[in-house]
């Protein structure tokens, strides 16, 4: 059953939203202690050592001193959803990661990680924080930008907890087009802006 889109508002990231942030991830981080750190893991760092209130922690310094960017979505006053982007090598565990590795890596932004809440998916949320990310990371002068999408089941369907990094149709509907790791369970798709 298709539920109707929500009229939501989006805000860019700044330290004063970080209460929203904390209210969106809840207890359990978006998922799993993750606290969108997954991508920021340093070389020789266990993921288990850092998920959980450690993440939490990394991600609030980084929202308070505007080292993480983002993109908030509102349904009125409710956060609903997330989306960070920033420098690809700002994500270490991208450069690691042998099927999403690029060539010109400092020439390229990532759109590598979105959270939406379980009553707001499938409403168009994820869609307005992309639109709002790709403007963002427009008019800091960037033209090459990335995201790692998930490929869908055999049947076509995508599950939630595997789809973090967004949906092959949600970067096609922006102009992005799939440039490797084409068979892959994560993609690496482009866009060049401007």
């Not at 929500?6 to 991830?25: G, H, I, M, N």
């Not at 288990?48 to 509102?74: I, N, T, W």
């Not at 409710?78 to 565990?93: A, L, Y």
């Not at 907890?161 to 096609?172: M, R, V």
Request: aromatic share 10%.
């Amino acid at each position: 059953m298709n539920k109707p889109p929500l009229a939501v508002t989006t805000s860019e990231l700044c330290p004063e939203l970080w209460p929203a942030v904390e209210t969106l991830f809840a207890a359990t981080g978006a998922c799993g202690g993750c606290w969108c750190q997954a991508w920021r893991i340093e070389k020789g760092e266990r993921w288990a050592d850092v998920k959980g209130p450690r993440a939490k922690e990394r991600l609030r310094r980084g929202v308070l001193s505007g080292e993480v960017h983002g993109v908030l979505a509102f349904d009125g006053e409710m956060p609903v959803g997330w989306c960070t982007f920033g420098p690809r090598d700002s994500f270490p565990r991208l450069n690691r990661a042998r099927s999403l590795r690029c060539d010109d890596s400092a020439d390229v932004w990532s759109v590598p990680c979105f959270y939406v809440r379980r009553d707001s998916r499938g409403r168009g949320v994820a869609t307005a924080l992309l639109d709002h990310t790709l403007r963002a990371i427009a008019e800091r002068g960037v033209t090459t930008v990335e995201g790692y999408p998930s490929a869908p089941n055999k049947d076509g369907t995508y599950i939630a907890a595997f789809s973090w990094t967004g949906t092959i149709p949600l970067f096609e509907k922006a102009g992005f087009r799939v440039v490797g790791n084409a068979e892959g369970s994560k993609r690496r798709a482009r866009k060049v802006l401007g």
